[in-house]
């Protein structure tokens, strides 16, 4: 199946403070979602993306498929985007989480 | 409305007990799917139904049993648990088949302790 890769593992900012997360996959996809999970569980949808560029407002996403990566950029960020960020694929009917970046904003 | 719901949030069982996990969506999604996820783990998907058929099976233990009386509403019956089995549990749904280019929307999940 495929291997889904997330770096960095863990992320300390100040708030305000701009970041970048990587999520790497083993093989081609149609399908790539980035999520993030806040403290009490909740998984929110913040990009679908198997190619190209989105913007929503601090956030954007780009995902390469034929070099089979994708980036999350977090710009001026705030206490609020603490939380994991997983990144998702399909493999088949099954969707294959990476095992996320936790990110901790300090104010 | 792009809302998945689940209920209870919170459940607290014994190992004799015998519970039910209850997720709903109305966005006209004909896939839904059951994932456990465990503390400072990502969440691994258990089954899948497509069009209201079980097509994925995660080689999940007997002592969970999904059902999907409909195309909104699926539940996870729970019988036996073991302690191990205390975690998060998140229902999704999509559009159209499982997988394939259809985009997951997840509910806030229901936190079960088994003690």
């Known amino acids: 199946g495929i291997q889904v890769e997330q770096s960095p593992p863990d992320l300390i900012l100040q708030e305000g403070a701009n970041s970048t997360l990587r999520c790497n996959f083993s093989?081609?996809?149609?399908?790539l979602q980035w999520f993030h999970q806040n403290p009490w569980g909740q998984l929110i949808n913040l990009f679908y993306?198997?190619?190209g560029t989105k913007q929503n407002g601090r956030l954007s996403a780009t995902t390469v498929a034929t070099e089979r990566y994708s980036l999350l950029y977090i710009s001026s960020s705030q206490t609020t985007d603490s939380g994991v960020y997983f990144c998702a694929v399909v493999d088949g009917q099954n969707f294959v989480f990476g095992p996320g970046t936790r990110l901790s904003v300090l104010p | 409305d792009t809302e998945v719901t689940q209920t209870p949030k919170h459940l607290v069982m014994g190992m004799t007990n015998k519970k039910s996990l209850k997720c709903e969506q109305h966005?006209?999604?004909?896939?839904m799917y059951w994932y456990k996820q465990k503390a400072k783990k990502p969440p691994e998907l258990m089954f899948v139904y497509s069009y209201e058929k079980l097509s994925i099976n995660e080689s999940v233990p007997s002592r969970f049993s999904p059902e999907c009386p409909n195309s909104s509403l699926l539940n996870l019956h729970l019988h036996a648990l073991q302690p191990e089995d205390s975690a998060l549990y998140l229902c999704a749904s999509s559009q159209g088949l499982a997988g394939g280019n259809n985009e997951q929307f997840f509910g806030p999940g229901t936190r079960l302790t088994v003690l």
């Open positions: 093989d081609s996809v149609n399908n």
């Open positions: 966005m006209g999604h004909r896939a």
């Open positions: 993306i198997p190619s």
